[in-house]
């Protein structure tokens, strides 16, 4: 029986390995699995091109192929008879299928070695169920949007607007959009990373659906799935991540017994069983703003649908960031000179005689930029620095409050001249004492402002 | 060549893919369920479900070429054999236990990755054809850079 292969997109997920036969000039058949087969139209599909020198050379000699690829719902089975056409080494296609091996490789440890050659395009003379496969007709189980889907989904683009242009600070914007792709799309775990242009790193401001935040935790540009949706800008959608990171990892294993040098794999953040993953790169125009990342454990969680529709939100919520972070610097200028007037509202940081107050030992590592809080990781690099400066003038002065604009013109700190994305650093410092030293908060008081507060006496060492 | 990567070829719980290819060189392809040798890779038998097999029986008949590639789902160690069909019959009943075997192994491999085994169980089985064939060459198909070399 025919099918189009819109219909069975399913079957493109990667998430059951397909399998391609070819045959040499002489006849001798040659099979193997294929890592991914990309649906371009209902006409057309594409092989990622990686080790299988054989399938090449015999599509060359014998331009012909038969593929089968698996139903991951149902378990049918289809056969595709393909005319091989051209091999893609640039262009859209390329880049795309390119994504997701390269983001898989650099996750394994294995950027550079295992990567995509070429995109090879095949014409579908014909795809049909293979008939018997199954003891029984499979389910009919729908696929994509339902309509009720997209209606959620247009409430939640709604609200999502609603949710930014309310927001009153960079905070709140944030932590609106992830309960709202958990309320419209039941995406429970959820990450957003800003861009540091400065370092060119990635750091984590907010998460949702995880026991630890990671809120601080860093990804280089490159690097894993999300660095490497940041460094191609490219929205990357993995519905079978552990059988990709099994193919990653078999392409390591032998690779190593070759004795090529490897990098060292990098964690996957957030769960650790997560099956499927959507990385959403957050732009304006080529600017990287940062970049939304969803997982589930439920490998068929994220779908086309998904993907097209979060990228056109992934626009707005990048808009609105950069909307707030400009809003937060204007209004910074207006506050800077009522920070001064404003005189300590609260206990002293220093323990005095007879004060009973618990005692923070706070430390700064200069060799290492980090500040430890009873010798546990608090913060690095610039939010460190302005920790301690805050420290250091509420301690000599009694000052609590300051203003934005007070740490721009401090170069001690070493904040970037422009774009220095200081809202999402305090955004950051604020969340890293909550976790780690709640004793000690930093606590907005209108835009381009924020105060100390303290209920513990801190006591300071710099090494 | 090391007979204990070759015997992992035999392990239960395996994926096995079958390639032919007609009198004009078209290529087809189908799922196996059970490989066995029983002289050391001088010959191997596939196991194939009789329902969706019907194109590589008849290539066989008049080519006899065969490709069988065995793969472990959890590591993707893959081993690739040619040859020529010597035998190619209905599989006997005193197999089938075998064969159901292997499908269970299989169910319970693809379980451990997260395929339901109640789907697996629904892939037809029985009857099944058995071919044999003469194994020719034998190639290493784990992904990697040395995908595609003959150890054999």
């Known amino acids: 029986m025919s099918v189009r292969l819109s219909d069975i997109r399913r079957c493109f997920q990667g998430v059951i390995p397909s399998m391609i036969a070819t045959a040499d000039g002489r006849g001798v058949p040659n099979i193997i699995y294929v890592s991914q087969v990309y649906h371009v139209d209902d006409r057309h599909v594409a092989l990622s091109c990686q080790f299988f020198t054989k399938t090449r050379r015999n599509l060359d000699e014998n331009p012909v192929a038969c593929a089968e690829v698996m139903d991951p719902v149902t378990l049918q089975a289809y056969r595709l008879r393909l005319k091989f056409l051209r091999s893609e080494r640039s262009g859209p296609l390329f880049d795309t299928m390119s994504l997701r091996i390269e983001a898989i490789a650099s996750h394994t440890g294995m950027a550079g070695v295992f990567r995509l050659i070429a995109a090879d395009v095949f014409e579908v003379s014909c795809a049909e169920a293979v008939s018997g496969f199954l003891t029984e007709a499979p389910a009919n189980t729908p696929d994509g949007a339902s309509l009720d889907g997209m209606r959620t989904e247009m409430r939640g683009l709604q609200w999502v607007s609603e949710r930014i242009n309310r927001a009153a600070g960079l905070e709140s914007l944030l932590c609106g959009v992830l309960e709202a792709l958990e309320e419209y799309f039941n995406f429970s775990h959820t990450a957003i990373l800003l861009h540091d242009e400065a370092n060119r790193r990635l750091t984590t401001i907010a998460s949702r659906g995880y026991g630890e935040s990671g809120v601080g935790a860093e990804v280089g540009m490159g690097e894993g ?137 706070l430390t700064y590592y200069r060799s290492d930029d980090a500040i430890f809080v009873d010798d546990e990781y608090l913060i690095r690099n610039i939010p460190a620095r302005i920790l301690w400066k805050v420290l250091a003038e509420s301690t000599r002065t009694g000052r609590t ?5 007070e740490l721009r013109v401090d170069t001690s700190l070493g904040l970037p001249p422009v774009k220095d994305n200081l809202e999402s650093r305090l955004i950051l410092l604020r969340q890293r004492l909550q976790e780690k030293c709640p004793d000690l908060q930093i606590v907005s008081t209108g835009r381009g402002r924020f105060a100390l507060r303290s209920c513990a006496a801190v006591e300071m060492t710099e090494r | 060549m090391d007979p204990t990567r070759l015997r992992r070829c035999l392990e239960p719980g395996l994926s096995i893919l079958v390639g032919t290819a007609d009198a004009a060189g078209t290529p087809s392809c189908c799922r196996g369920i059970a ?40 590591d993707n160690f893959a081993t690739q054999f040619k040859g020529i069909t010597i035998d190619a019959r209905l599989a006997r009943e005193d197999e089938s236990i075998f064969v159901r075997q292997r499908l269970d192994a299989h169910a319970n491999m693809l379980e451990r990755i997260g395929v339901p085994r109640r789907l697996t169980h629904r892939v037809a089985h029985w009857p099944a054809f058995a071919l044999t064939m003469r194994v020719e060459q034998v190639f290493d198909q784990t992904p990697g850079p040395k995908a595609g070399s003959r150890i054999r």
């Open chain 2, 35 to 74: 490989i066995q040798s029983l002289d050391e890779f001088e010959t191997v038998t596939v196991f194939l479900p009789v329902a969706t097999s019907h194109e590589t029986i008849h290539n066989v008949a008049t080519t006899k070429q065969l490709a069988v590639v065995a793969t472990h789902p959890r």
């Open chain 1, 225 to 361: 799935l999300i660095g490497t949706v940041a460094r191609e800008r490219r929205l990357l959608r993995l519905t079978s991540l552990e059988a990709d990171l099994r193919y990653g990892r078999a392409i390591r294993r032998e690779a190593e017994d070759g004795r090529r040098a490897i990098q060292a794999e990098i964690p996957l953040p957030g769960l650790p069983d997560a099956q499927s993953v959507l990385v959403i790169p957050l732009t304006i125009g080529d600017r990287l703003v940062g970049v939304i990342a969803a997982e589930d454990r439920d490998p068929m969680r994220f779908s086309e649908w998904h993907e097209a529709y979060l990228d056109v939100l992934a626009n707005q919520i990048a808009l609105g960031i950069d909307r707030m972070i400009e809003r937060c610097d204007e209004n910074a200028d207006a506050a800077v000179h009522e920070a001064h007037a404003h005189p300590s509202s609260i206990s002293a940081l220093v323990a005095g005689p007879g004060d009973d107050r618990r005692v923070r030992r």
């Open chain 1, 401 to 405: 409050e300051f203003s934005n604009r």
